[in-house]
């Protein structure tokens, strides 16, 4: 069973998941060291406030994470709410964890009244297409050829 809860109820993982990010992702930024994942994880332990972080949980393990994140992009600032350090276990991947992260995090975006989420991927545009993410622009970011997407919440009452 896949439970999902806040990172700020977990803080102790914030040097596991900091691992799991350097090791994916780690040499993308001038700031991509284990202590700058850690700083930037610690930035998203919230539950009321922007940007927050998601965990999932699999037979009490966490398995991996997700986050709601504000201007993830410098480049385009105008782009205000995202998808973002979606990730799962390399154990756990492909039983539908990432899109239960997703779901959550949209979930997430609507209780704050959020209309228009983003996110950038390498790569993983099917897999989006599939949940509903419309592909919007291929920038080059930060020296990469990169795929924006959105995806739109229902408008709030």
Known sequence: MLR????????????????WFYEEWGGRRPDDSLEGFKIRLQGRMNQNRLPLALIAFFEGEPVGTAALKIREMETHPHFEHWLGSVYVQESHRKRGFGTKLIQAIISEAARFGIEELYLYTRGSEIFYSKLGWKEIEKPFFRGRRVTIMKHLLPKAP
């Open 4 to 19: 999902i809860d806040y990172l700020v109820n977990h803080p102790s993982l914030v040097t596991l998941l900091a691992d």
